[in-house]
C-alpha cells in the first residue's frame, strides 16, 4: 500500500506491503493529520485511470460516480467519523486482481493565506480569471470550482494533461479553456467565454503539484466575478482607496515587469513603465479622492488600441482588485481608462 498525505503546504509518504488471501476482507491504512478541516479523501490504484478511484470522500459523503466499477460496494471507511485523522478503509472480499499499489490522498485545511482577487466584465465579454501557481514542480491537477455548484461539479478541471470534461458543468462545457495551454511558468488562469449575469460569483482555482518525489502541496486562489448587464457602466471606483498600497495598470501582452502606470507607496515609478507610454499617463485624479483609480492616457495612437489591465494590492488586506476595460480608438486625442 503506498500512503500519500497531502494538504495546504504539506505532504508525507509512506511506504507498507500487506498479503492476503482471496475472500478475505484488507484493511488498508491511512493516518491523516489529528487537527485540520479534511477536504477530501481519495484512494488510487496505480493501474486505474487517472479518472478512475477505489474511493472518493468529499463533503462527508462517498462519491460513488467516481469510483471504478471494480470498487463500488466493496469500499468503506474503518472509522467513518474519520476520528483523530484516520482515512483507513476495508476492501471487501478480496480477488487476485485486487494485488497493486494502493495511495490514500488526502487534502486539508490548515493555517494559509489565501488571495482573492475581484474582476468585473459586461455581458459577452471573455473573462479571465487569474491564477498563478508555482514556477518549478510537477502540476498534479487543477481544479476550478465555483461556490454555488455542487461540490462534484467543476468550471474547469486538468489532470495529465487534458481536460475532464466529464467533471465539467453543462453550464461551462465548451466555454472555458486555459490562457496558456502550455501552462508556462506556473500559469493556470482560464479564460470564461461569452460571461452573463449568471456566472458572476465566486470561484477558485485549486493547484495539487508535486515539488520532488516525495512531496506534493496544494494552492489555492480566490476570484470574485462580476459581470454587469451590456451598457451598464463597470465601476473603477476603489472603496478602500485609503490604504492602496500598488496600483498597475498594464497591458496583458507586455512583460510581467512592465506597466502603462505603476503606483506604489504614493508615488508613480517610470522606470517600470513600458517605453510607448513613458510620459503619456497619469492618474485622472492624483489623491485617488473618493477611490477613483482612472487613469489618463495622451497622444493616443492606433497601436494603443485594445485591452487594459488594473490590479490593486492593498496595505491592509490580502485581497486583490482587478478590472480590464477595453480601449476603442475612434478620433484623435485624450481618452481616460
Avoid at 128 to 136: A, I, N, S, V
Avoid at 159 to 175: A, N, P
Avoid at 201 to 206: K, L, P, Q, R
Avoid at 240 to 253: C, M, N, S
Amino acid at each position: 500500500v503506498g500512503l500519500l498525505i497531502s494538504g495546504f503546504f504539506f505532504f508525507l509518504l509512506v511506504q507498507d506491503e500487506k498479503e492476503v488471501e482471496v475472500g478475505e476482507d484488507a484493511t488498508l491504512d491511512c493516518q491523516g493529520p489529528h487537527e485540520g478541516n479534511i477536504l477530501w479523501v481519495a484512494w488510487t490504484k496505480s493501474d486505474l485511470k487517472a479518472d478512475d478511484y477505489v474511493f472518493f470522500f468529499r463533503e462527508d459523503r462517498l462519491y460513488k460516480t467516481y469510483q471504478h466499477e471494480l470498487f463500488k460496494g466493496r469500499v468503506e471507511l474503518e472509522d467513518p467519523n474519520m476520528k483523530s485523522g484516520k482515512m483507513s478503509i476495508i476492501l471487501h472480499n478480496i480477488t487476485v486482481n485486487d494485488a497493486g499499489t494502493y495511495e490514500c490522498h488526502i487534502s486539508y485545511e490548515t493555517d494559509h493565506i489565501n488571495t482573492t482577487v475581484h474582476t468585473n466584465f459586461s455581458v459577452g465579454e471573455d473573462a479571465t480569471l487569474d491564477c498563478q501557481g508555482p514556477h518549478e514542480g510537477n502540476i498534479l491537477r487543477v481544479a476550478w470550482t465555483k461556490s454555488d455548484l455542487k461540490a462534484d461539479d467543476y468550471v474547469f478541471f486538468f489532470r495529465e494533461d487534458r481536460l475532464y470534461k466529464t467533471y465539467q458543468h453543462e453550464l461551462f462545457k465548451g466555454r472555458v479553456e486555459l490562457e496558456d495551454p502550455n501552462m508556462k511558468n506556473g500559469k493556470m488562469s482560464i479564460i470564461l467565454q461569452n460571461t452573463t449575469v449568471n456566472d458572476t460569483g465566486t470561484y477558485e482555482c485549486h493547484i495539487s503539484y508535486e515539488t520532488d518525489h516525495s512531496q506534493r502541496s496544494e494552492m489555492k486562489q480566490e476570484t470574485k466575478l462580476k459581470v454587469t448587464p451590456a451598457g451598464e457602466v463597470k465601476p473603477r471606483v476603489c472603496p478602500l482607496y485609503q490604504f492602496i498600497a500598488v496600483l498597475e495598470w498594464r497591458r496583458p501582452e507586455f512583460e510581467s515587469n512592465k506597466y502603462v502606470f505603476f503606483f506604489r507607496n504614493g508615488r508613480s515609478y517610470e522606470n517600470d513603465q513600458h517605453e510607448s507610454f513613458k510620459g503619456r499617463v497619469e492618474l485622472k485624479e492624483p489623491t485617488m479622492k473618493d477611490g477613483d483609480i482612472s487613469v489618463t492616457l495622451k497622444n493616443l495612437s492606433i497601436s494603443d488600441a485594445g485591452t487594459y489591465q488594473c490590479r490593486i494590492l492593498f496595505s491592509k488586506s490580502t485581497d486583490e482588485l482587478k478590472c480590464f476595460i477595453k480601449l476603442n480608438i475612434t478620433a484623435s486625442g485624450e481618452s481616460a481608462c
